[in-house]
C-alpha cells in the first residue's frame, strides 16, 4: 500500500470502527466492505466526519456473486458496491455491503445521504432484485411494466422468459412465451481445435 492509501485506509478505519469489515487496497483503488446491519451509520460517517467528507456518492450498482470464482465463492450472493468521491480532500473510495439475506436481498437506501442514489437503487432493484429499506420510490427504472423476474440475476435465462411485438391485427404490443430456440454460441478458434493449423 502506498503511503497516501496507508493514511486513508488508517482514517477511515478509525472512523468506521466495528462497522468496517475489511479494507483492501488494488490498482491504486481503496475498497471498504462494511457490516449491513452498519451500513447506513458508516456512509453517514463517511459523509460528515471532518477528516472524510465524502460528499459525492458517484455511482452505487448490485452485484450478484453466485459463480463469482467459478462457483467457488462462499460468501453472499448480492452485494451492493458504491463508489464515494471527496471533493473537499481530493480522494475516492468504493464501499461493498453484502446482503445478509440471499432469498430477499435488503440493505438500507442511501438516498437520505446522498439523494443522487434514487436512481441508481431503482436500477438495482429492478436488475438484481435488490430491496432498498426506507427508499421512498422504489420501482422498476429499465425494464417493461410488466417484466417478471430481475435479468441482471446469473440464474435469469439469456433469452427471457416472455417476448414483447407488435400484432398489427391486433393494433396493439401482446406478449407471448419465448420463440427463441436456447443455444450455446461458441467462437469457432475456440470450439475447432485445429483452427489455424497447416497455414
Known sequence: MTATFESLSA????????????????LDE????VKPQAY?????????HPDCRFEQLIDLC????SAYGDGAWEGARYAVVVHLLSVSNNQRVRVRVFCPDDDLPMVASMV?????ANWFE???????????????????????YGFIGHPFRKDFPLSGNVEMRYDPTQQRVIYQPVSIEPREIV???VRDESYGEGR
Not at 448490485?62 to 456473486?65: E, L, N, Q, S, V
Not at 437520505?112 to 443522487?116: E, L, N, R
Not at 431503482?122 to 429499465?142: K, M, T
Open 122 to 144: 431503482r436500477e438495482a432493484f429492478d436488475l438484481y432484485g435488490i430491496v432498498f429499506e426506507g427508499h421512498p420510490d422504489l420501482r422498476r427504472i429499465l425494464t417493461d
Open 11 to 26: 482514517c477511515l478505519q478509525n472512523v468506521l470502527g466495528e462497522a468496517l469489515v475489511q479494507a483492501t487496497e488494488r
Open 30 to 33: 481503496l475498497t471498504l466492505i
Open 62 to 65: 448490485g452485484m450478484d456473486y
Open 112 to 116: 437520505d445521504i446522498w439523494p443522487a
Open 40 to 48: 447506513a451509520s458508516a456512509m453517514t460517517a463517511l459523509r460528515d
Open 187 to 189: 467462437p469457432r478458434i
